[in-house]
Nanobody, 115 residues
Framework: QVQLVESGGGVVHAGESLRLSCSGS????????ASWYSQVPGKERELVAT???????SYSDSVKGRFTISRDLAKNMVYLQMNSLKPEDTGTYYC?????????WGQGTQVTVST
């Protein structure tokens, strides 16, 4: 069974940085891309960043230039480096893998950015 576990969230001030981590079981990242989504209460999850199975990356306009998605296949990890954080980055961040058979989600990690 595939499991994704996020960590690294916290409370920071605007302008500071955080690095989120997503640990995947069963080598899930080996042949599949992964994404980070954010969600605030009452709204749908929004795509933040994606790394494809070949390592190509893409970002939402709101985080481009500030966030970096990366992975370490040997460690079965995907990361989201978040720099120059803004209050509007506040939300629960979820790791996601879209495999041929299903969508997989972690439990989320909370990021709160204060002014």
């Amino acid at each position: 069974q595939v499991q994704l576990v996020e960590s690294g969230g916290g409370v920071v001030h605007a302008g500071e940085s955080l690095r989120l981590s997503c640990s995947g079981s069963g080598g899930i990242f080996q042949n599949n891309g992964a994404s980070w989504y954010s969600q605030v209460p009452g709204k749908e999850r929004e795509l933040v960043a994606t790394i494809s199975s070949t390592g190509q990356t893409s970002y939402s306009d709101s985080v481009k230039g500030r966030f970096t998605i990366s992975r370490d296949l040997a460690k079965n990890m995907v990361y989201l480096q978040m720099n120059s954080l803004k209050p509007e980055d506040t939300g629960t961040y979820y790791c996601n893998v879209a495999r041929w058979d299903a969508l997989y989600w972690g439990q989320g990690t909370q990021v709160t950015v204060s002014t």
